[in-house]
């Protein structure tokens, strides 16, 4: 086991740009400070990105850059008929323009451009998102008006250093279990999430990366006997010696992971996998339902992703040696490839 577990208060980067701490925490106990980045600015990227998913739909908002470009999209997942409805809107040498948050846990987002307006905001005990499109043009109509309820103090902080560059890094803060209700108009129809059935997810996101890298992610949230379980696992990008993203969280509570693996690709990414940890605490069938594909080609960009959602069967053991039976839990892995 080799996950070191950051719990001092730091700045998350030295004077020279470098992380100051590698690990995992369960909390933000580092203070990103985007102006102590010394990698070049063309390689910073900031987004956040929410997704909420019942067992027919799946919403993802996300507001992000990659310093020379940026974009607002929402995506609205009919994983009954097997269809995505997109809206997105492109933005030109963003950089510093979105003034994203510094921290996942306070500060909200908003962006608004002539055909399209989306916010995220921050408050205790859980988030506010809504967006709308105010254009025709702006392709699909939008009325997007969703509330998170975010009952857990713990979730899984990581910082991840890049072997192409000292200065290159990742501090990325994902918060599962986060039960969902609302309204989505999109697509000609209108969609009503209940806290009963849907979960929301936050990925948030800063960081300098090298130009070429791939990972593979995998995601969800269910209730299992009346509690809020969720797992998050990850693997392939950047320097992992100093601890994995792979972690369990189990009313309210989070149960750190070593190695979990899977190999997607293999067989057809629609083809059943195994999806197994190296401590026998993560064991799972995953019975896939839906790729959804997405792939951007645009000058020297070349990004690639295979977002499988299925249903997943098996065990999950906590750090007492519970055991949790999963049956039948929606969830998604992804595969991507990026050269951005």
């Known amino acids: 086991m080799r996950n070191h577990r950051i719990t001092t208060f730091s700045d998350l980067l030295y004077p020279n740009g470098t992380l100051m701490q590698k690990g995992y925490s369960t909390k933000a106990v580092m203070r990103y400070n985007r102006k102590q980045i010394k990698a070049p600015p063309w390689r910073i990227k900031e987004w956040d990105f929410y997704q909420v998913?019942?067992?027919?739909?799946?919403?993802?908002?996300?507001?992000?850059?990659?310093?020379y470009a940026g974009e607002l999209s929402v995506m609205l997942i009919d994983l009954n008929e097997k269809k995505t409805y997109a809206v997105r809107e492109m933005l030109a040498l963003p950089f510093n323009r979105l003034r994203m948050p510094a921290s996942a846990e306070h500060g909200d987002l908003a962006v608004r451009r002539k055909n399209i307006e989306m916010s995220f905001e921050v408050?205790?005990?859980?988030?506010?998102?809504?967006?709308?499109?105010?254009?025709?043009?702006?392709?699909?109509?939008?009325?997007?008006?969703?509330?998170?309820?975010?009952?857990?103090?713990?979730?899984?902080?990581?910082?991840?250093?890049?072997?192409?560059?000292?200065?290159y890094f990742y501090y990325n803060h994902k918060i599962n279990c986060m039960p969902a209700g609302g309204t989505v108009s999109m697509g000609g129809r209108t969609i009503v999430f209940e806290p009963e059935t849907a979960f929301g997810l936050l990925d948030w996101g800063r960081g300098a990366w090298p130009f070429s890298h791939e990972w593979v992610w995998g995601n969800g949230s269910a209730w299992i006997g009346g509690k809020r379980f969720g797992f998050n696992i990850g693997f392939g990008f950047g320097n992992t010696e100093?601890?994995?993203?792979?972690?369990?969280?189990?009313?309210?509570?989070?149960?750190?992971l070593n190695e979990v693996y899977?190999?997607?690709?293999?067989?057809g990414y629609?083809?059943?996998?195994?999806?197994?940890?190296?401590?026998?605490?993560?064991?799972?069938?995953f019975e896939p339902l839906y790729d959804r594909y997405t792939e951007?080609?645009?000058?020297?960009?070349?990004?690639?992703?295979?977002?499988?959602?299925?249903?997943?069967?098996?065990?999950?053991?906590?750090?007492?040696g519970t055991v949790i039976e999963v049956k039948d839990m929606l969830a998604f892995v992804e595969h991507a490839v990026n050269h951005w």
Do not use: W
């Open 242 to 256: 100093d601890a994995t993203e792979n972690m369990l969280f189990y009313d309210g509570n989070a149960h750190k």
């Open 123 to 167: 408050y205790k005990g859980g988030r506010r998102l809504r967006c709308r499109t105010r254009s025709p043009r702006a392709g699909q109509p939008v009325d997007i008006d969703l509330e998170l309820c975010q009952p857990d103090l713990e979730s899984l902080v990581i910082a991840t250093p890049f072997d192409e560059n000292p200065r």
């Open 296 to 320: 951007t080609k645009m000058l020297f960009v070349d990004n690639r992703c295979h977002q499988i959602f299925g249903r997943l069967n098996g065990k999950a053991v906590l750090d007492d």
């Open 270 to 285: 629609m083809s059943p996998k195994t999806i197994a940890s190296d401590d026998g605490r993560f064991e799972m069938d």
């Open 53 to 67: 998913l019942n067992d027919d739909f799946c919403l993802q908002l996300t507001i992000g850059h990659t310093s």
């Open 262 to 267: 899977v190999d997607l690709a293999a067989g």
